[in-house]
């Protein structure tokens, strides 16, 4: 096997965005616990609210999946409710469970933002 720059940056850009994509998983699971924290609230609701706050490319096909993943982790549950516009909807809550995980996550995250923050600044300030 040969290895060249080329492959090894292109190696290196797909492990990143494997990265990124983690990163993204778990920092959704907090904004969209936060959103239902928040107010009664359903899935489609849910993406827009993430799409109005910049996460564009952030879709159904993202957010079903993690509120089932949220919803077996029993840090949320869900009510059938007639809709207005058609058929019922799965409206989601916080359980007492996902506001203990929320207000964690909440103080990680502030505390992992202070340390990148830092970092981040002190190099900036060093250019």
Request: hydrophobic share 35%; glycine share 6%; net charge neutral.
């Amino acid at each position: 096997m040969v290895t060249t720059k080329y492959y090894t940056v292109v190696r290196d850009r797909r492990d990143t965005m494997t990265q990124k994509t983690q990163l993204l998983k778990g920092l959704l699971e907090g904004c969209i616990l936060k959103i239902v924290s928040s107010k009664e609230t359903y899935g489609y609701a849910i993406c827009e609210e993430l799409n109005s706050n910049d996460f564009d490319a952030i879709n159904e096909g993202t957010v079903y999946p993690i509120l089932t993943r949220l919803e077996k982790k029993e840090l949320i549950y869900s009510v059938k409710k007639v809709s207005p516009l058609g058929p019922k909807r799965k409206y989601y809550f916080i359980t007492e469970a996902g506001q203990i995980y929320l207000n964690d996550f909440l103080e990680e995250w502030e505390g992992m933002k202070l340390k990148v923050d830092k970092i981040l600044m002190e190099v900036h300030h060093e250019e």
